[in-house]
DNA sequence: AAGGCTTCGTTAGAAGCTATCACGCAGCTG
DNA sequence: CAGCTGCGTGATAGCTTCTAACGAAGCCTT
Protein backbone atom coordinates (compact mmCIF):
# COMPACT_ATOMS: atom_id res chain seq x y z
CA UNK A 1 0.00 0.00 0.00
CA UNK A 2 3.12 2.40 -0.24
CA UNK A 3 4.55 4.33 -3.01
CA UNK A 4 2.40 7.02 -2.83
CA UNK A 5 4.81 10.01 -2.48
CA UNK A 6 5.45 9.62 1.66
CA UNK A 7 9.04 8.94 1.31
CA UNK A 8 8.88 7.31 4.60
CA UNK A 9 8.18 3.25 5.25
CA UNK A 10 9.38 2.23 2.04
CA UNK A 11 11.67 -0.83 1.23
CA UNK A 12 15.08 0.14 -0.49
CA UNK A 13 13.63 -1.09 -4.12
CA UNK A 14 10.53 1.31 -3.98
CA UNK A 15 12.92 4.37 -2.59
CA UNK A 16 15.16 3.62 -5.88
CA UNK A 17 11.92 2.75 -8.00
CA UNK A 18 9.91 6.39 -6.46
CA UNK A 19 13.66 7.82 -7.22
CA UNK A 20 13.83 7.31 -10.94
CA UNK A 21 10.28 7.19 -11.43
CA UNK A 22 10.34 11.09 -10.12
CA UNK A 23 13.65 11.95 -12.44
CA UNK A 24 12.23 10.49 -15.41
CA UNK A 25 9.81 12.92 -15.11
CA UNK A 26 11.65 15.34 -14.23
CA UNK A 27 13.67 15.05 -18.02
CA UNK A 28 10.19 14.90 -19.71
CA UNK A 29 8.92 17.80 -18.19
CA UNK A 30 12.32 19.95 -19.14
CA UNK A 31 11.36 18.26 -23.26
CA UNK A 32 8.15 19.16 -23.10
CA UNK A 33 8.25 22.72 -21.70
CA UNK A 34 11.31 23.50 -24.48
CA UNK A 35 10.12 21.49 -27.34
CA UNK A 36 6.15 21.06 -26.87
CA UNK A 37 4.63 17.27 -26.28
CA UNK A 38 4.68 16.07 -29.73
CA UNK A 39 8.56 16.38 -29.02
CA UNK A 40 8.63 14.10 -25.68
CA UNK A 41 10.74 10.86 -26.71
CA UNK A 42 11.43 7.72 -24.29
CA UNK A 43 14.38 7.19 -25.66
CA UNK A 44 15.87 10.41 -25.58
CA UNK A 45 14.57 10.83 -21.69
CA UNK A 46 16.67 7.53 -20.88
CA UNK A 47 19.92 8.50 -22.88
CA UNK A 48 19.60 11.88 -21.20
CA UNK A 49 19.46 9.52 -17.82
CA UNK A 50 22.87 7.34 -19.26
CA UNK A 51 20.14 4.91 -19.51
CA UNK A 52 18.96 2.67 -22.68
CA UNK A 53 15.60 2.95 -24.07
CA UNK A 54 13.82 -0.24 -23.29
CA UNK A 55 15.14 0.76 -19.56
CA UNK A 56 11.82 2.90 -19.45
CA UNK A 57 9.83 0.62 -19.55
CA UNK A 58 10.01 -0.88 -16.21
CA UNK A 59 8.80 2.60 -14.92
CA UNK A 60 6.08 3.13 -17.17
CA UNK A 61 4.38 0.86 -19.27
CA UNK A 62 3.95 3.36 -22.60
CA UNK A 63 4.64 6.97 -23.01
CA UNK A 64 0.58 7.51 -23.03
CA UNK A 65 1.35 6.33 -19.47
CA UNK A 66 4.32 8.51 -18.69
CA UNK A 67 1.82 11.46 -20.37
CA UNK A 68 -1.01 10.61 -18.17
CA UNK A 69 1.22 10.73 -15.32
CA UNK A 70 2.11 14.50 -16.17
CA UNK A 71 -1.27 15.48 -16.83
CA UNK A 72 -1.91 14.01 -13.12
CA UNK A 73 0.84 16.20 -11.60
CA UNK A 74 -0.27 19.15 -13.60
CA UNK A 75 -3.51 19.03 -12.17
CA UNK A 76 -2.26 18.11 -8.67
CA UNK A 77 -0.03 21.59 -9.34
CA UNK A 78 -2.75 23.61 -10.50
CA UNK A 79 -4.67 22.66 -7.43
CA UNK A 80 -2.16 23.47 -5.21
CA UNK A 81 -1.49 26.93 -6.31
CA UNK A 82 -4.59 27.87 -6.25
CA UNK A 83 -5.51 25.92 -2.63
CA UNK A 84 -1.99 27.83 -1.32
CA UNK A 85 -3.96 31.26 -2.39
CA UNK A 86 -7.31 30.61 -0.94
CA UNK A 87 -5.18 29.32 2.59
CA UNK A 88 -3.67 33.29 2.31
CA UNK A 89 -7.14 34.49 2.05
CA UNK A 90 -7.31 35.19 -1.91
CA UNK A 91 -10.55 36.32 -3.43
CA UNK A 92 -11.19 35.95 -7.02
CA UNK A 93 -8.88 38.62 -7.73
CA UNK A 94 -6.33 36.61 -5.70
CA UNK A 95 -7.08 33.06 -7.44
CA UNK A 96 -6.62 34.78 -10.93
CA UNK A 97 -3.89 36.07 -10.13
CA UNK A 98 -2.16 32.96 -8.68
CA UNK A 99 -3.51 30.90 -11.92
CA UNK A 100 -2.13 33.38 -14.16
CA UNK A 101 1.13 33.06 -12.44
CA UNK A 102 0.97 29.66 -12.79
CA UNK A 103 0.56 29.19 -16.23
CA UNK A 104 3.26 31.72 -16.90
CA UNK A 105 5.57 29.62 -15.09
CA UNK A 106 5.41 26.79 -17.94
CA UNK A 107 2.82 27.57 -20.81
CA UNK A 108 3.21 24.19 -22.03
CA UNK A 109 1.95 22.68 -18.65
CA UNK A 110 -1.05 24.67 -18.69
CA UNK A 111 -1.47 23.45 -22.53
CA UNK A 112 -1.49 20.01 -21.06
CA UNK A 113 -4.25 20.37 -19.16
CA UNK A 114 -6.21 22.89 -21.23
CA UNK A 115 -4.89 22.63 -24.64
CA UNK A 116 -5.44 20.84 -27.66
CA UNK A 117 -7.45 17.35 -26.72
CA UNK A 118 -5.99 14.54 -28.54
CA UNK A 119 -9.65 12.97 -30.21
CA UNK A 120 -8.37 9.57 -28.66
CA UNK A 121 -6.97 10.55 -25.14
CA UNK A 122 -9.05 10.29 -22.35
CA UNK A 123 -7.79 11.56 -19.23
CA UNK A 124 -7.97 9.53 -15.83
CA UNK A 125 -10.68 9.67 -13.46
CA UNK A 126 -8.77 11.41 -10.48
CA UNK A 127 -8.06 13.86 -12.76
CA UNK A 128 -11.82 15.02 -12.53
CA UNK A 129 -11.77 14.81 -9.25
CA UNK A 130 -8.80 17.26 -9.24
CA UNK A 131 -10.51 19.40 -11.45
CA UNK A 132 -13.88 19.56 -9.21
CA UNK A 133 -11.73 20.45 -6.87
CA UNK A 134 -10.54 23.45 -8.65
CA UNK A 135 -14.15 23.96 -9.21
CA UNK A 136 -15.16 23.94 -6.04
CA UNK A 137 -12.69 26.42 -4.89
CA UNK A 138 -13.94 28.73 -7.25
CA UNK A 139 -17.33 28.27 -6.41
CA UNK A 140 -16.12 29.26 -2.72
CA UNK A 141 -14.32 32.24 -4.14
CA UNK A 142 -17.67 33.00 -6.33
CA UNK A 143 -20.50 32.81 -3.82
CA UNK A 144 -18.44 34.98 -1.18
CA UNK A 145 -18.60 37.88 -3.29
CA UNK A 146 -21.82 37.34 -5.08
CA UNK A 147 -24.09 40.50 -5.24
CA UNK A 148 -27.99 41.02 -5.28
CA UNK A 149 -28.99 41.31 -8.82
CA UNK A 150 -31.96 40.10 -11.64
CA UNK A 151 -31.24 36.21 -12.37
CA UNK A 152 -29.79 35.79 -15.66
CA UNK A 153 -31.00 33.68 -18.28
CA UNK A 154 -27.87 31.22 -18.21
CA UNK A 155 -28.47 31.27 -14.52
CA UNK A 156 -32.14 30.19 -14.63
CA UNK A 157 -30.46 28.04 -17.07
CA UNK A 158 -28.11 26.44 -14.39
CA UNK A 159 -30.83 26.33 -12.01
CA UNK A 160 -31.86 23.01 -13.63
CA UNK A 161 -28.32 21.69 -14.59
CA UNK A 162 -25.88 22.25 -11.63
CA UNK A 163 -25.26 18.66 -11.08
CA UNK A 164 -22.11 19.43 -11.68
CA UNK A 165 -21.72 21.71 -8.64
CA UNK A 166 -21.75 18.79 -6.50
CA UNK A 167 -24.37 20.17 -3.89
CA UNK A 168 -22.15 22.97 -3.67
CA UNK A 169 -24.70 25.90 -1.74
CA UNK A 170 -23.66 28.81 -4.06
CA UNK A 171 -26.47 30.47 -5.86
CA UNK A 172 -26.68 29.77 -9.46
CA UNK A 173 -25.76 33.54 -10.20
CA UNK A 174 -22.25 32.17 -8.23
CA UNK A 175 -22.31 29.25 -10.69
CA UNK A 176 -22.51 31.59 -14.11
CA UNK A 177 -19.73 34.17 -12.13
CA UNK A 178 -17.39 31.22 -11.23
CA UNK A 179 -18.13 29.93 -15.80
CA UNK A 180 -17.28 33.15 -16.76
CA UNK A 181 -14.56 33.84 -14.30
CA UNK A 182 -13.06 30.18 -15.67
CA UNK A 183 -13.56 30.89 -19.81
CA UNK A 184 -12.83 34.24 -19.87
CA UNK A 185 -9.24 34.08 -17.97
CA UNK A 186 -8.84 30.70 -20.05
CA UNK A 187 -9.37 33.16 -23.27
CA UNK A 188 -7.06 35.81 -22.53
CA UNK A 189 -4.55 33.27 -20.89
CA UNK A 190 -4.58 30.63 -23.46
CA UNK A 191 -4.02 33.43 -26.34
CA UNK A 192 -1.40 35.10 -24.61
CA UNK A 193 0.59 31.79 -23.52
CA UNK A 194 0.02 30.87 -27.42
CA UNK A 195 1.96 33.81 -28.29
CA UNK A 196 -1.67 35.31 -30.37
CA UNK A 197 -0.41 38.86 -28.99
CA UNK A 198 3.14 38.94 -30.12
CA UNK A 199 3.55 41.98 -32.57
CA UNK A 200 0.60 44.13 -30.94
CA UNK A 201 2.45 46.05 -28.88
CA UNK A 202 0.04 46.34 -26.08
CA UNK A 203 0.57 44.42 -22.50
CA UNK A 204 -1.51 41.01 -21.95
CA UNK A 205 -1.19 41.56 -18.34
CA UNK A 206 -3.51 44.73 -18.75
CA UNK A 207 -5.92 43.02 -20.60
CA UNK A 208 -6.32 40.36 -18.37
CA UNK A 209 -6.63 42.81 -15.46
CA UNK A 210 -9.53 44.47 -17.42
CA UNK A 211 -11.04 41.49 -18.01
CA UNK A 212 -10.72 40.71 -14.54
CA UNK A 213 -12.08 43.93 -13.45
CA UNK A 214 -14.53 43.39 -15.49
CA UNK A 215 -15.50 40.29 -14.32
CA UNK A 216 -16.19 41.42 -10.51
CA UNK A 217 -17.77 44.73 -11.12
CA UNK A 218 -20.86 44.37 -12.84
CA UNK B 1 3.19 32.90 -62.30
CA UNK B 2 0.37 30.53 -62.47
CA UNK B 3 -1.02 27.76 -59.79
CA UNK B 4 -2.07 29.69 -57.01
CA UNK B 5 -5.66 28.44 -57.12
CA UNK B 6 -7.04 29.91 -60.85
CA UNK B 7 -7.54 27.17 -62.73
CA UNK B 8 -7.53 29.03 -66.02
CA UNK B 9 -3.97 29.42 -67.94
CA UNK B 10 -2.12 26.23 -66.35
CA UNK B 11 -0.58 23.92 -67.96
CA UNK B 12 -1.61 19.97 -68.09
CA UNK B 13 1.53 19.25 -65.67
CA UNK B 14 0.33 22.22 -63.61
CA UNK B 15 -3.32 20.84 -63.19
CA UNK B 16 -2.67 17.88 -62.88
CA UNK B 17 -0.04 18.74 -60.14
CA UNK B 18 -2.81 21.30 -58.15
CA UNK B 19 -5.15 18.67 -58.13
CA UNK B 20 -3.02 15.84 -56.16
CA UNK B 21 -1.89 18.34 -53.93
CA UNK B 22 -5.35 19.56 -53.06
CA UNK B 23 -6.07 15.62 -52.79
CA UNK B 24 -3.27 15.30 -50.12
CA UNK B 25 -4.71 17.85 -48.20
CA UNK B 26 -8.44 16.37 -48.54
CA UNK B 27 -6.72 13.05 -46.99
CA UNK B 28 -4.33 15.05 -44.85
CA UNK B 29 -7.63 16.73 -43.11
CA UNK B 30 -9.59 13.43 -42.61
CA UNK B 31 -6.66 12.13 -40.80
CA UNK B 32 -6.41 15.23 -38.14
CA UNK B 33 -10.06 15.76 -38.04
CA UNK B 34 -10.62 12.50 -36.80
CA UNK B 35 -7.04 11.49 -34.76
CA UNK B 36 -5.79 14.75 -34.13
CA UNK B 37 -2.41 16.68 -35.81
CA UNK B 38 -0.28 14.04 -34.03
CA UNK B 39 -1.79 11.38 -36.04
CA UNK B 40 -0.63 12.93 -39.57
CA UNK B 41 0.99 10.23 -41.23
CA UNK B 42 2.47 11.66 -45.24
CA UNK B 43 3.08 7.96 -45.00
CA UNK B 44 -0.69 6.93 -44.36
CA UNK B 45 -1.94 10.17 -46.55
CA UNK B 46 0.35 8.22 -49.48
CA UNK B 47 -0.94 4.51 -49.40
CA UNK B 48 -4.54 6.03 -49.31
CA UNK B 49 -3.99 7.65 -52.48
CA UNK B 50 -2.62 4.47 -53.74
CA UNK B 51 0.72 6.13 -53.66
CA UNK B 52 4.07 4.55 -52.22
CA UNK B 53 5.51 7.19 -49.35
CA UNK B 54 8.63 9.26 -50.61
CA UNK B 55 6.11 9.90 -53.45
CA UNK B 56 4.35 12.83 -51.67
CA UNK B 57 7.38 14.50 -51.34
CA UNK B 58 7.19 15.63 -55.14
CA UNK B 59 4.49 17.75 -53.49
CA UNK B 60 5.13 18.89 -50.59
CA UNK B 61 8.70 19.30 -49.16
CA UNK B 62 8.03 17.89 -45.35
CA UNK B 63 5.75 16.90 -43.29
CA UNK B 64 5.58 20.86 -41.89
CA UNK B 65 5.38 21.68 -44.81
CA UNK B 66 2.05 20.51 -45.64
CA UNK B 67 0.67 21.52 -41.77
CA UNK B 68 1.82 24.62 -42.72
CA UNK B 69 -0.58 24.71 -45.88
CA UNK B 70 -4.01 23.63 -43.80
CA UNK B 71 -3.10 26.02 -41.14
CA UNK B 72 -3.23 28.69 -44.10
CA UNK B 73 -6.09 26.94 -45.85
CA UNK B 74 -7.84 27.01 -41.90
CA UNK B 75 -7.29 30.68 -41.68
CA UNK B 76 -8.73 31.75 -45.17
CA UNK B 77 -11.57 29.74 -44.20
CA UNK B 78 -12.39 31.30 -40.89
CA UNK B 79 -11.75 34.76 -42.65
CA UNK B 80 -13.95 33.28 -46.01
CA UNK B 81 -16.66 32.79 -43.43
CA UNK B 82 -16.79 35.67 -41.42
CA UNK B 83 -16.02 38.25 -44.57
CA UNK B 84 -19.43 35.79 -45.90
CA UNK B 85 -21.12 36.50 -42.61
CA UNK B 86 -20.33 40.28 -42.61
CA UNK B 87 -21.65 40.54 -46.33
CA UNK B 88 -24.88 39.63 -45.00
CA UNK B 89 -25.14 42.68 -42.83
CA UNK B 90 -24.00 40.27 -40.27
CA UNK B 91 -23.43 42.45 -36.87
CA UNK B 92 -21.12 41.39 -33.62
CA UNK B 93 -24.01 38.82 -32.25
CA UNK B 94 -23.76 37.34 -36.47
CA UNK B 95 -20.01 37.23 -36.76
CA UNK B 96 -20.40 35.04 -32.86
CA UNK B 97 -22.69 33.26 -34.65
CA UNK B 98 -20.78 32.86 -37.74
CA UNK B 99 -17.19 32.30 -35.77
CA UNK B 100 -18.58 29.54 -33.57
CA UNK B 101 -20.50 27.96 -36.48
CA UNK B 102 -17.05 27.18 -38.52
CA UNK B 103 -15.25 25.83 -35.12
CA UNK B 104 -18.00 23.18 -33.95
CA UNK B 105 -18.06 22.40 -38.00
CA UNK B 106 -14.40 20.71 -37.61
CA UNK B 107 -12.75 21.51 -33.94
CA UNK B 108 -9.25 20.13 -34.94
CA UNK B 109 -9.20 22.68 -37.41
CA UNK B 110 -10.11 25.56 -34.77
CA UNK B 111 -7.23 24.26 -32.90
CA UNK B 112 -4.88 24.47 -35.70
CA UNK B 113 -5.08 27.91 -35.46
CA UNK B 114 -6.13 28.79 -31.66
CA UNK B 115 -4.77 25.11 -29.77
CA UNK B 116 -1.93 24.49 -28.45
CA UNK B 117 1.34 26.08 -29.71
CA UNK B 118 4.42 24.21 -31.03
CA UNK B 119 7.17 25.78 -29.28
CA UNK B 120 9.98 25.75 -32.75
CA UNK B 121 7.11 26.61 -35.05
CA UNK B 122 6.35 30.24 -36.16
CA UNK B 123 3.55 30.19 -38.85
CA UNK B 124 4.01 32.26 -42.42
CA UNK B 125 3.77 35.63 -43.00
CA UNK B 126 0.56 35.29 -44.80
CA UNK B 127 -0.96 33.86 -42.07
CA UNK B 128 -0.76 36.95 -39.72
CA UNK B 129 -1.82 38.75 -42.67
CA UNK B 130 -4.99 37.10 -42.71
CA UNK B 131 -5.29 37.57 -39.31
CA UNK B 132 -5.16 41.33 -39.46
CA UNK B 133 -7.93 40.95 -41.87
CA UNK B 134 -9.87 39.34 -39.27
CA UNK B 135 -9.60 41.62 -36.94
CA UNK B 136 -10.34 44.56 -39.12
CA UNK B 137 -13.89 42.79 -39.83
CA UNK B 138 -14.16 42.56 -35.84
CA UNK B 139 -12.97 46.06 -35.56
CA UNK B 140 -15.53 47.47 -38.37
CA UNK B 141 -18.50 45.16 -36.13
CA UNK B 142 -16.83 46.64 -32.81
CA UNK B 143 -16.73 50.39 -34.12
CA UNK B 144 -20.23 49.97 -35.55
CA UNK B 145 -22.13 49.55 -32.25
CA UNK B 146 -19.62 50.91 -29.85
CA UNK B 147 -21.92 53.40 -27.49
CA UNK B 148 -20.47 56.47 -25.41
CA UNK B 149 -19.22 56.03 -21.87
CA UNK B 150 -16.22 56.76 -20.08
CA UNK B 151 -12.31 55.11 -21.32
CA UNK B 152 -11.63 52.23 -19.71
CA UNK B 153 -8.47 52.23 -17.81
CA UNK B 154 -7.62 49.52 -20.49
CA UNK B 155 -8.66 51.62 -23.21
CA UNK B 156 -6.42 54.49 -22.23
CA UNK B 157 -3.51 52.02 -22.13
CA UNK B 158 -4.43 50.49 -25.55
CA UNK B 159 -4.31 54.79 -26.73
CA UNK B 160 -0.30 54.33 -26.93
CA UNK B 161 -0.29 50.93 -28.53
CA UNK B 162 -2.67 50.63 -31.11
CA UNK B 163 -0.50 50.18 -34.28
CA UNK B 164 -1.88 46.26 -34.47
CA UNK B 165 -5.22 48.31 -35.54
CA UNK B 166 -3.48 49.21 -38.69
CA UNK B 167 -4.74 52.53 -39.20
CA UNK B 168 -8.42 51.56 -38.37
CA UNK B 169 -10.55 55.07 -37.38
CA UNK B 170 -12.36 53.33 -34.52
CA UNK B 171 -12.24 54.54 -31.02
CA UNK B 172 -9.95 53.07 -28.57
CA UNK B 173 -13.48 50.97 -26.72
CA UNK B 174 -13.92 49.60 -29.72
CA UNK B 175 -10.37 47.92 -29.66
CA UNK B 176 -10.55 47.24 -26.36
CA UNK B 177 -14.40 45.57 -26.77
CA UNK B 178 -13.03 43.22 -30.27
CA UNK B 179 -10.10 42.09 -27.89
CA UNK B 180 -12.49 41.49 -25.41
CA UNK B 181 -14.59 39.26 -28.00
CA UNK B 182 -12.50 37.23 -29.48
CA UNK B 183 -10.98 36.16 -25.73
CA UNK B 184 -14.18 35.61 -24.34
CA UNK B 185 -15.78 33.79 -27.21
CA UNK B 186 -12.24 32.01 -27.70
CA UNK B 187 -12.44 31.16 -23.59
CA UNK B 188 -15.73 29.52 -24.08
CA UNK B 189 -15.33 28.06 -27.18
CA UNK B 190 -11.98 26.32 -26.98
CA UNK B 191 -13.02 25.35 -23.74
CA UNK B 192 -16.37 23.33 -25.05
CA UNK B 193 -14.79 21.73 -28.30
CA UNK B 194 -11.67 20.56 -25.76
CA UNK B 195 -15.00 18.52 -23.96
CA UNK B 196 -14.07 20.64 -20.78
CA UNK B 197 -17.56 21.01 -20.37
CA UNK B 198 -18.99 16.91 -20.68
CA UNK B 199 -20.71 15.86 -17.86
CA UNK B 200 -21.26 19.31 -16.38
CA UNK B 201 -24.32 19.32 -17.67
CA UNK B 202 -25.72 22.72 -18.99
CA UNK B 203 -25.39 23.68 -22.67
CA UNK B 204 -22.50 25.38 -23.78
CA UNK B 205 -24.58 27.23 -26.45
CA UNK B 206 -26.54 28.67 -23.83
CA UNK B 207 -22.85 29.76 -21.89
CA UNK B 208 -21.69 30.99 -25.20
CA UNK B 209 -24.75 32.96 -25.87
CA UNK B 210 -25.00 34.34 -22.03
CA UNK B 211 -21.06 35.76 -22.83
CA UNK B 212 -22.06 37.22 -26.32
CA UNK B 213 -25.44 39.29 -24.51
CA UNK B 214 -22.85 40.11 -21.75
CA UNK B 215 -20.46 41.29 -24.30
CA UNK B 216 -22.97 43.50 -26.07
CA UNK B 217 -25.07 45.08 -23.48
CA UNK B 218 -22.57 46.97 -21.13
C1' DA C 1 6.70 13.70 -86.00
C1' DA C 2 10.74 12.74 -83.18
C1' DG C 3 14.10 13.65 -80.04
C1' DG C 4 15.25 15.68 -75.55
C1' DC C 5 14.26 17.43 -71.23
C1' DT C 6 11.36 17.71 -67.24
C1' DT C 7 8.75 15.63 -63.94
C1' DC C 8 6.85 11.73 -61.63
C1' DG C 9 6.76 7.32 -59.04
C1' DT C 10 9.23 3.65 -57.63
C1' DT C 11 12.51 0.86 -54.57
C1' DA C 12 16.28 1.00 -51.31
C1' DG C 13 18.14 2.88 -47.41
C1' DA C 14 19.49 5.80 -43.20
C1' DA C 15 18.08 7.48 -38.83
C1' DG C 16 14.66 7.97 -35.47
C1' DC C 17 10.73 6.46 -32.68
C1' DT C 18 7.67 3.02 -29.61
C1' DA C 19 7.44 -1.30 -27.76
C1' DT C 20 8.52 -6.47 -26.83
C1' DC C 21 11.46 -10.16 -25.81
C1' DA C 22 15.12 -12.92 -23.82
C1' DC C 23 19.06 -12.85 -21.27
C1' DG C 24 22.44 -11.80 -17.37
C1' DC C 25 23.50 -9.63 -13.40
C1' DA C 26 23.03 -7.33 -9.10
C1' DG C 27 20.88 -6.71 -4.85
C1' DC C 28 17.16 -7.33 -1.50
C1' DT C 29 14.93 -10.88 1.41
C1' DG C 30 14.03 -14.77 4.02
C1' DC D 1 24.06 -17.28 2.83
C1' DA D 2 21.14 -18.96 -0.75
C1' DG D 3 17.49 -17.76 -3.67
C1' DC D 4 14.27 -15.04 -5.76
C1' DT D 5 12.87 -10.52 -7.51
C1' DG D 6 13.58 -6.85 -10.18
C1' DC D 7 16.69 -4.00 -13.16
C1' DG D 8 19.41 -3.02 -17.36
C1' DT D 9 21.02 -4.70 -21.60
C1' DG D 10 21.08 -5.88 -26.64
C1' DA D 11 18.33 -7.71 -30.38
C1' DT D 12 14.23 -7.30 -33.00
C1' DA D 13 9.79 -5.86 -35.26
C1' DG D 14 7.20 -2.25 -37.09
C1' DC D 15 6.27 2.33 -37.53
C1' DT D 16 7.69 7.10 -38.85
C1' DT D 17 10.17 11.08 -41.82
C1' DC D 18 13.11 11.91 -45.36
C1' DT D 19 17.18 11.27 -49.03
C1' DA D 20 19.05 9.11 -52.98
C1' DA D 21 19.23 6.70 -57.27
C1' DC D 22 16.82 4.73 -60.93
C1' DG D 23 13.29 3.97 -64.56
C1' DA D 24 9.35 5.41 -66.93
C1' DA D 25 6.06 8.54 -68.56
C1' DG D 26 4.67 12.74 -70.63
C1' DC D 27 5.19 17.56 -72.41
C1' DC D 28 7.71 20.83 -75.43
C1' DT D 29 10.54 22.20 -78.82
C1' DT D 30 12.63 21.72 -83.12
Redesign the pocket.
Known sequence: MAGHGETGAM????R??AQ?RAEIKERAWEQIATAGVPA????????SM?????????????????LTELVRDAYASLAATLRAAAATGADLAGLAHALRGWALEDPQRYFLIYGTPVPGYHAPDDTTRIASQIMAMLLDASAALVPEGPPTLFGTHLDEHRDWADGHPAPSAALHRALSFWTRLHGVLSLELAGQFTGMGFDPAQLFAAELRDLLTP
Open positions: TPREYRVLSLNAVAKGLSGPALYRYYASRDDL
